[in-house]
């Protein structure tokens, strides 16, 4: 097995002031994904994107991707325990942000910069789907570094035992740079070549979706589920296969939307 790179999770410290890995990843994504979207800006010019617009789309985007990711994670993974103790909601240092939160306030978000700038919601996301994962992969970066979202058992040779003694000190999958890997790198890649020509609108949306929802859904037969959770069902079923799948059906039903019937209806008009 590799041996578990101990990181201390506070990257900067300076007196009572702290600043941590997890929250300079998501710094790092965000203006990465600025970086290159406006870098998509200049390479289409007929999408009709300015370096303003960019800027704040990715302001809204990341507003609703923080609130959401922090409230999905309460909703779905831990609500019982922040009932209980409401003021933990705002200890965003402490990790704690669910994806499929994130998306569903980003979406939200996105929607509503649209109708402020009169665009159309999936001209907005077919334009932002390729840098996503950018900021998935920092996400899960950070994990790792917390030391935390682990596999489960496993003999690989790549196997680690992780510091947290919730891990019982056993050899498991680092599922984060799994996940690092394929939603981030690959799907970045698969996204980024897709989107370099012209395709219909909603397609790159449904790829993200479709890829996303794959790649998560894999890697969750080696993830260890939360604790206060465990298996839904059949001893493998975990909330990330049931927030996933909604995933791979829309992304499945706009690619099909996107390529037929959008395709036919042009055809008969």
């Known amino acids: 097995m590799l ?33 290159l979207l406006n870098y998509r800006a200049t390479r289409h010019p007929r999408q009709g994107w300015n370096s303003e617009q960019v800027s704040d789309l990715i302001f809204y985007g990341a507003v609703g991707l923080i609130i959401g990711g922090r409230l999905g994670s309460v909703l779905f993974y831990n609500l019982p325990f922040y009932l209980a103790n409401p003021f933990d909601v705002l200890k965003l240092w402490q990790g704690g942000m669910s994806f499929h939160g994130g998306l569903i306030g980003g979406l939200i978000s996105v929607w509503i910069y649209g109708r402020r700038i009169n665009r159309a919601f999936f001209e907005i996301t077919d334009f932002m789907a390729p840098v996503v994962p950018v900021g998935l992969f920092f996400g899960r970066i950070a994990n790792f570094i917390n030391g935390e979202l682990w596999g489960g058992p496993s003999t690989l040779p790549w196997a680690m035992v992780f510091p947290d003694t919730r891990a019982g000190g056993i050899p498991r999958h680092p599922s984060q740079l799994y996940e690092a890997l394929l939603e981030g790198l690959v799907l970045f890649i698969i996204l980024w070549c897709y989107s370099a020509k012209p395709r219909p609108t909603m397609a790159a949306t449904g790829l993200f979706l479709l890829g996303y929802g794959v790649f998560r859904s894999a890697v969750e037969f080696v993830r260890q589920p939360d604790a206060h959770i465990g298996y839904l069902a059949f001893d493998w079923l975990t909330m990330g296969h049931v927030l996933s799948f909604p995933m791979i059906i829309a992304g499945m039903s706009l690619l099909w939307f996107a390529y037929y019937i959008t395709k036919d209806v042009k055809r008969r008009s």
Do not use: F, H, N
């Open 3 to 35: 041996t578990y790179p101990a990181i201390d999770p506070v990257a900067i410290a300076l007196g009572p002031l702290k600043i941590r890995w997890y929250g300079l990843s998501y710094v790092t994504g965000i203006l990465l994904a600025w970086w």
